[in-house]
Nanobody
Framework: QVQLVESGGGLVQAGGSLRLSCAAS????????IGWFRQAPGKEREFVVALGRNGDSTYYADSVKGRFTISRDAAKNTVYLQMNSLEPEDTAVYCC?????????????????WGQGTQVTVSS
């Protein structure tokens, strides 16, 4: 079983950047499809991006395409989410999740393991 811990959140001005980390322990992160999800106040949790087990296949939500980039450092057992050109609408708690399937999915129900999340706040 894998445990996930997110870090890197914080307060940033609109137009700024942050890099979130999703560190895995217990199992190799390369065994999982890793997804990032976010939940803004008063809204349902939504899919942001996922990275396949091969470390190359990606799927981005339209709202972040061209601004966010997901990557993996297998040696550090960590997946990163580089977020550029941040907007106030990106304010949310960001969680990473792991799915044992080799298929990338945006469906939360496919992900078996979840981290606690890290807060991202973008001021205007």
């Amino acid at each position: 079983q894998v445990q996930l811990v997110e870090s890197g959140g914080g307060l940033v001005q609109a137009g700024g950047s942050l890099r979130l980390s999703c560190a895995a322990s217990g199992r190799s992160i390369s065994r999982y499809t890793i997804g990032w999800f976010r939940q803004a106040p008063g809204k349902e949790r939504e899919f942001v991006v996922a990275l396949g087990r091969n470390g190359d296949s990606t799927y981005y939500a339209d709202s972040v395409k061209g601004r966010f980039t997901i990557s993996r450092d297998a040696a550090k057992n960590t997946v990163y989410l580089q977020m550029n050109s941040l907007e106030p609408e990106d304010t949310a708690v960001y969680c990473c999740a792991a799915d044992t399937s080799r298929f990338i999915s945006a469906a939360q129900s496919e992900y078996e393991f979840w981290g606690q999340g890290t807060q991202v706040t973008v001021s205007s």
